[in-house]
C-alpha cells in the first residue's frame, strides 16, 4: 500500500526565507509524486509531479522538489518566500493500476509567511 | 479554457437529508474522481468514473454513490447524511485511467454542512 506522511501541520517562514515543506512516501512500487496547493476556500492546484524522469523536479510559482529514492523523500522548497505563497500544502502520491489511479494525500502543511 | 467546473458551491442540509453534488470535467477529459476533504485532512478518495464505469471506490459506505454522464459529467450523490459528511466535496478530471498515471486536474469544490 502506498502512502505518504506529511511533517509538520505548520511552517512559519519570513517573507524572503527559505521555505521548506517536508513529505516522506511509502511505496512498494516505483512511485509518482505530487504536490499541491490549496488557497483559502478553493480546490487543489497542481505545483509539481516527479513521474520517474528527473529526480529534480521544477514546479511552478518558483517551486522545486527533489525525490532522494534512499531517504524515501520528496520535499519541496522554494528559496525565496512570498507573502503570496501562505496556504495549505499538500504531497501526494499515485497509486495506479487494475484500471484505476487515485491520489492518495497527505495531511497538509500550512505555510504561513511573515513580513 | 475552461477548467473543472463543480455546483452548487455550498450546500446545507438537515442529517437524514439527501445530496446531489455536480461535476464538469474538462474538455477531452474521460475521466472523474471524487474527493471529501474534511477540514484540517487532506482529501480521501470516493470514486473514479472512466468512460461512464466505476473503475475504484474508496472506503466510504455504501450512503455513497455516483455516476457519470455521455458527456463525461459526473454526480455524486450521498443519501440518510450524518453530521460527519459536512465536508468538502472535490471533483477532478484526468485524460484517462488506470494504464499510467494521469494528472488530475480539480474544481473549486461544493461546500457540504449538515446540521
Known amino acids: 500500500a502506498q502512502s505518504v506522511t506529511q511533517l509538520g501541520s505548520h511552517v512559519s517562514v519570513s517573507e524572503g526565507a527559505l521555505v521548506l515543506l517536508r513529505c516522506n512516501y511509502s511505496?512498494?512500487?516505483?512511485?509518482?509524486l505530487f504536490w499541491y496547493v490549496q488557497y483559502p476556500n478553493q480546490g487543489l492546484q497542481l505545483l509539481l509531479k516527479?513521474?520517474?524522469?528527473?529526480?529534480l523536479v521544477k514546479g511552478i510559482n518558483g517551486f522545486e522538489a527533489e525525490f532522494k529514492k534512499s531517504e524515501t523523500s520528496f520535499h519541496l522548497t522554494k528559496p525565496s518566500a512570498h507573502m503570496s505563497d501562505a496556504a495549505e500544502y499538500f504531497c501526494?502520491?499515485?497509486?495506479?493500476?487494475?484500471?484505476?489511479?487515485?491520489?492518495?494525500f497527505g495531511t497538509g502543511t500550512r505555510l504561513q509567511v511573515f513580513p | 479554457d475552461a477548467g473543472v467546473t463543480q455546483s452548487p458551491t455550498h450546500l446545507i442540509k438537515t442529517r437524514g437529508q439527501q445530496v446531489t453534488l455536480r461535476c464538469s470535467p474538462i474538455s477531452g477529459h474521460k475521466s472523474v474522481s471524487w474527493y471529501q476533504q474534511v477540514l484540517g485532512q487532506g482529501p480521501q478518495f470516493i470514486f473514479q468514473y472512466y468512460e461512464k464505469e466505476e473503475r475504484g471506490r474508496g472506503n466510504f459506505p455504501d450512503r455513497f454513490s455516483a455516476r457519470q454522464f455521455p458527456n463525461y459529467s459526473s454526480e455524486l450523490n450521498v443519501n440518510a447524511l450524518l453530521l460527519g459528511d459536512s465536508a468538502l466535496y472535490l471533483c477532478a478530471s484526468s485524460l484517462g485511467s488506470g494504464t499510467k498515471t494521469y494528472e488530475q486536474y480539480f474544481g473549486p469544490g461544493t461546500r457540504l454542512t449538515v446540521t
Open positions: 511505496s512498494s512500487v516505483p512511485p509518482y
Open positions: 501526494a502520491v499515485s497509486a495506479w493500476g487494475r484500471n484505476t489511479d487515485k491520489l492518495i
Open positions: 516527479y513521474t520517474s524522469a528527473a529526480t
